[in-house]
């Protein structure tokens, strides 16, 4: 792991998406903001990023409306060293990206030697050294995402919960963020997304689609999305488990 951010010949932005409505949390408070034992989840996320060495810039994404409150608010509450600009997102988490990515091309001298760290604002817990290996990934292979296999048996069912078969679940994955590539080759894929109007939930999806190859390094177990109700108790056991792997000086076996 590289000691200093100037260090390195790649400049790494992260691009933090937090445009979304959080609809399937069914909450008031979009669940980006949703205060997680006194730190709202973003500030919780922008932290993680803002405490690595190797991240330059943060670019956050965030919903039109909330900009106000992100800008004058929110973040007058918190500080960060590293330097860090918010822009609107869009009606998609693709537009989101997108406009994330149009930043970071003002903002890198070439994207050739430059990769954007593309991370949920709604993951909170992403662990320093998990950003580390999809860094390392993606300087080796130009794309990489951090994914967990699958310890479930998975069936297929029809549109009424009848079970059609078993999949195989040896070679599926659960992708997760964040997911890091050189920013000329994402920047290449989204574009092709866009004339072949391809959507998918995620980065590596539309580098597939453009056929660039995406490589997999080892996702984190507490790196969960933040998606329904249910997944505010995990967030707050977790953070519990944090603070005594913290006082142990565990915190790099369980939150690696
Ligand atoms: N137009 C959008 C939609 C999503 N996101 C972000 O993408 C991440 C993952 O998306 P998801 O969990 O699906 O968030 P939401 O779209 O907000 O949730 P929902 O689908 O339940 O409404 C979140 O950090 C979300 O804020 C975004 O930046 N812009
Ligand atoms: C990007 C992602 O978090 C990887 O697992 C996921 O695809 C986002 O999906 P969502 O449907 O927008 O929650």
Known sequence: MSTAKSKETFKHIAVVVAGGKGLRMQSTV???FIDLEGVP???HTLASFDAHCRVDEIIL?????DLDF???DL???FSFSTPLHI???????QDSVGNGLNKALKLC???ETTLVLIHDGVRPFVGGNLIDRCIDGALENGACIPALGIFDTVKKADENGNILCTLDRDGLFRAQTPQVFRLDLIVKAASHARNTGFWGTDEASVCEHAKIPVAMVDGGSFNIKLTSPQDLIFASIIIQA???AELTGHSDFFFS
Do not use: S
């Open 30 to 32: 979009k669940k980006q």
């Open 41 to 43: 989840v973003i500030v």
């Open 61 to 65: 994404v965030v919903p039109e409306q």
């Open 70 to 72: 992100t800008c004058n």
């Open 75 to 77: 973040l007058h509450r």
């Open 87 to 93: 822009i609107k997102g869009g009606v998609t988490r």
């Open 109 to 111: 001298a070439q994207p």
């Open 242 to 244: 944090k603070k005594e």
